[in-house]
């Protein structure tokens, strides 16, 4: 699921489920949020389109990803942009 887009960069959440092979039981294991960065010829960062947020819970897991990628950037020393 892609959560947020900024402006050469991309967050996309992975949600990990196990599944019992006897029963076909699922479980929830884990989450990870990944961040990408888009690479154009030359083997720069390119930008990105803007990410169209169509429902309420695409707004909500982009606001969140947003939060996340502001700690992360204040904890590099940096500011969001």
């Known amino acids: 699921q892609v959560n947020y887009v900024s402006r050469t960069s991309m967050e996309v959440g992975c949600r990990v489920d196990t599944e019992d092979m006897t029963t076909g039981d699922h479980r929830y294991v884990t989450k990870a949020y ?6 154009g010829e030359g083997g720069r960062p390119r930008p990105l389109p803007p990410l169209e947020l169509e429902t ?3 707004r909500r897991r982009h606001a969140e990803a947003e939060g996340r990628r502001s700690e992360r950037l204040e904890a590099a020393g940096r500011k969001s942009s």
């Open 34 to 39: 990944l961040t990408f960065v888009a690479i």
């Open 56 to 58: 309420e819970d695409d």
